[in-house]
């Protein structure tokens, strides 16, 4: 008797047609298992989303658009230089938010983890944060050269930037405290997102990343805390450490563009 | 021009789904509100076209979709995004799948922003699949329609997307602590 492949038990779950499929699941205890956790996973991610709602102004501002008519609605994602007094609301809001998050998440969701590594990335986190808040200190500029002098003149040293273009800008630089060091920290925007790159001369695995995987020659150690997701990888003396709200593979990718073309 | 209030009767009321979606895709909630309002406006340019009495949940999702690819394809980095995705996923193992006794339990102790974070993990068109079938209960037809497949590719991507969210869920709960090492 073979059992009911994958895509026939999606057919169950749908309610699908699949009656020769039905009358095997009465009587294989292994299929209605399989079917159960299908079925408990279907839940699970419908259950999840149950609690997603759009912001209360949403609707208000599409009935006031279907009335004035269709405006730009992607400016606010311009690649480019970032003007960051046409967005002075919009950002404070987002580290309003962010500020809510990295004080109320982190403790429930990282529990697990070592503290002082736990401590390490929501120090991270909060460098990205800070870079995109205009409370904050922030060299704006997306001249990579002059951004390498401003790290001279501050770190002794000019870390590596990927090349703009091709949908990257960078949007300016910053250092900062990191475990009692300065650090530098330069702002990439993408188009998945806005990515900080901090560079610290930790080694990843005292940061607490913890997935550790192979890219061409090159290891990348991957994480996420809060609501950010991080992926560092080794150059020379230092650990760069892409932060940002944008999926790992994205920051991997962002990451194989600093990286030289020879072995590392 | 389209009559604004029966746009507004007709397609309003699909803005939770709408904007589901849009979280679906989305890095943030920003962006996703932004892709719901355009997706609105959309709608309604086209408000002449759509075909009174048929599915408007699903008209409406198919011009989010389409408008997400759109973005994407205009920020010149569609092809990109999709070939780092299919290349870093790792096919699941049949073979080496594993039950989780307790999987009712074990999935209630997730929060929900940690399995929408899982579902995110998946490749989009897998991600997008999954997500119409579990969270909208579309039909594999209407899927097929909105991502503009066959119906049996709705098929295999669903059953796949279950099996990677699935693994994915599983190694959050091992980093976690929920369960130990290798079942
Ligand atoms: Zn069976």
């Known amino acids: ?264 | 021009m389209a009559d604004k209030n029966e746009f507004e009767t007709i397609a309003i009321p699909y803005l939770d789904s709408v904007f589901r979606e849009a979280v679906a895709l989305c890095q943030d909630r920003k962006k996703a509100e932004d892709l719901a309002q355009a997706t609105f406006l959309k709608a309604f340019e086209r408000f002449e076209s759509f075909e009174k009495g048929s599915n408007c949940k699903a008209w409406l999702l198919t011009i989010l979709r389409n408008k997400w690819v759109d973005q994407l394809r205009h920020k010149n980095v569609v092809g990109e995004v999709l070939a780092i995705e299919e290349e870093m996923i790792a096919e699941p193992q049949r073979n080496g799948e594993t039950g989780w006794s307790d999987c009712q339990d074990l999935l209630e102790s997730f929060s929900d922003e940690q399995v929408i974070h899982a579902l995110k993990e998946l490749p989009y068109e897998q991600r997008l699949s999954l997500f119409l079938i579990d969270v909208e209960q579309l039909s594999q037809k209407d899927v097929a329609e909105i991502m503009d497949v066959a119906v049996g590719t709705v098929k295999s991507r669903t059953s796949r997307a279950r099996a990677i969210l699935k693994k994915t869920l599983l190694s959050y709960a091992k980093d976690m602590g929920f369960i130990r090492g290798e079942r």
């Open chain 1, 1 to 264: 008797m073979s059992h009911l492949t994958d895509e026939q038990l999606e057919e169950v779950i749908r309610g699908g047609p699949l009656k020769a499929g039905l009358e095997h699941l009465e009587h294989c205890a292994e299929c209605k298992g399989r079917l159960a956790e299908k079925e408990a996973l279907a839940g699970r991610l419908r259950s999840a989303f149950a609690t997603i709602k759009p912001g209360e102004g949403l609707t208000e501002r599409i009935r006031q658009q279907l009335n004035v008519g269709p405006r730009p609605l992607e400016h606010a994602h311009t690649i480019g230089f970032f003007n960051i007094r046409s967005h002075r609301r919009e950002w404070s809001a987002i580290a309003a938010a962010a500020a809510v998050l990295i004080i109320g998440i982190p403790l429930i969701f990282y529990l697990g983890k070592p503290s002082s590594a736990a401590a390490a990335q929501a120090a991270l986190v909060k460098i990205h944060e800070n870079n995109l808040s205009v409370k904050h200190e922030f060299y704006s500029e997306n001249d990579p050269e002059k951004l390498a002098e401003y790290f001279k003149g501050k770190l002794g040293f000019s870390p590596s930037m990927p090349r703009p273009g091709r949908g990257l800008a960078l949007r300016g630089c910053c250092v900062a405290h990191f475990r009692g060091e300065i650090v530098g920290s330069y702002v990439v925007d993408t188009p998945e997102g806005v990515m900080s790159i901090v560079v610290v001369t930790d080694q990843p695995e005292s940061l607490g990343m913890g997935g550790k995987f192979e890219r061409g020659d090159w290891i990348f150690w991957k994480s996420y805390f809060a609501k950010c997701e991080m992926v560092t990888v080794r150059l020379g003396d230092y650990s760069y450490c892409a932060v940002g709200e944008i999926s790992h593979k994205y920051l991997t990718e962002l990451l194989v563009r600093l990286l030289p073309e020879s072995q590392p």
